[in-house]
């Protein structure tokens, strides 16, 4: 199967995202609220909204820049967050997900964007989607707040799968630094591989195996490897994609959204202690803001997957309309790239790179 996204069509010329409205914890009206936003400040973009019709067609009646730009299809069924993915494969065909997904793979919208469950959402999307050519394990891909000028860092595999092997680390690699020069604008990313140090000697095989490969293909992948990376560089300079297993990066992923929300909970407590804290708070409103806006994780929600014959983005379950708005910003900007059609030949180039770099070892032993 061909990657989808050149033929998805267009609406008045607008570029159409396909959106689950069911299956996060606000329910559809906050799914609703974020796409409305997102049309306010972007006129470029259309809808396909799944779910119960009559519920939509009211949510989107009370909203006055969605007329004429946001088609509804009636999916009476909602993966909820309990449900096991294997059920949903099996009887979840009237669902507002799996109709969503189909968007994308008839060629109606370029992007799906969903709130749901992830583990139902990651194999419907295998089951309708298909993976690409030459694709083992696709990955869930993150944006990270850090020190870089850019803003953010790319983070990938999050949770799409908990193993991986030297070759899936090295196929991530690839699509982080597609997508790090398609989400971030970054011409040569630099790429590092989490480690619990960064000696050479440090690791399991597969991740020294990985730093080889990765190490061997940079040139011709047009990013830069620098090498081993720590927990501590993940928010850091040091590099723009950092690679890892989805055991290692679901940890790291909810270890870090804790971290934060203890971080704000202390402050506010902090600042409530007395009446003099109060008044410092006061004084330190402007700058309590701007870190508050920084480090808000709504600005970046939104988790690619990426590997697939076509792109999803996965939003927080607990997304409000902010959160939503940021997913479908997201998910426009990887349409407006041609992101998918980039990936797939970026895949479709690691297995004749690998290939090559095995064949220059040989020669050279």
């Not at 967050?81 to 669902?95: A, C, E, W, Y």
């Not at 008044?279 to 480090?295: F, G, V, Y």
Request: with cysteine.
């Amino acid at each position: 199967m061909s990657t989808l996204s050149n033929q998805a069509s267009t609406r008045s010329g607008r570029t159409v995202i396909s959106v689950d409205a069911m299956g996060g914890d606000l329910g559809p009206a906050a799914v609703v609220a974020g796409i409305s936003m997102s049309a306010t400040v972007n006129r470029d973009i259309a809808f396909i909204l799944h779910g119960p019709r009559e519920e939509l067609e009211r949510l989107v009646a009370k909203r006055r820049n969605l007329a004429g730009r946001c088609d509804i299809r009636d999916a009476q069924g909602v993966v909820s967050m309990t449900d096991k993915p294997s059920h949903i494969m099996r009887h979840g065909k009237n669902t507002s997900m799996w109709s969503a997904l189909d968007s994308v793979r008839d060629g109606e919208a370029t992007v799906a964007v969903s709130c749901g469950n992830t583990g139902a959402l990651m194999a419907l999307s295998m089951v309708r989607l298909r993976k690409l050519p030459g694709v083992n394990r696709p990955a869930i891909a993150v944006l990270w707040p850090s020190r870089n000028p850019q803003g953010f860092n790319v983070m990938l595999d999050v949770g799409a799968d908990v193993r991986a092997d030297e070759h899936d680390l090295l196929q991530y690699a690839l699509m982080g630094a597609s997508y790090a020069r398609n989400g971030l604008d970054l011409k040569n990313p630099r790429v590092g591989l989490l480690n619990v140090g960064t000696e050479e000697n440090k690791g399991r095989a597969e991740l020294k195996l990985a730093h080889e490969l990765i190490g061997s293909v940079a040139g011709r992948g047009n990013f830069d490897y620098v090498g081993f990376v720590e927990g501590g560089d993940i928010p850091g300079d040091v590099c723009d994609v950092i690679v890892t297993d989805g055991f290692t990066g679901n940890v790291a992923l909810k270890t870090g959204e804790g971290t934060a929300k203890l971080i704000g909970d202390l402050l506010k407590e902090a600042f409530s202690y007395t009446p003099l804290s109060r008044l410092a708070s006061l004084l330190a409103l402007t700058s309590l803001r701007r870190l508050k806006h920084r480090i808000d994780p709504r600005r970046v929600n939104g988790g690619v997957f990426l590997g697939l014959n076509g792109t999803v983005v996965k939003s927080h379950g607990s997304a409000d309309a902010t959160g939503v708005s940021a997913a479908v910003k997201l998910a426009f900007t990887l349409a407006q790239s041609g992101f998918c059609e980039k990936l797939a030949a970026r895949v479709a180039s690691a297995t004749a790179l690998t290939q090559d770099s095995q064949t220059q070892q040989k020669d050279t032993q």
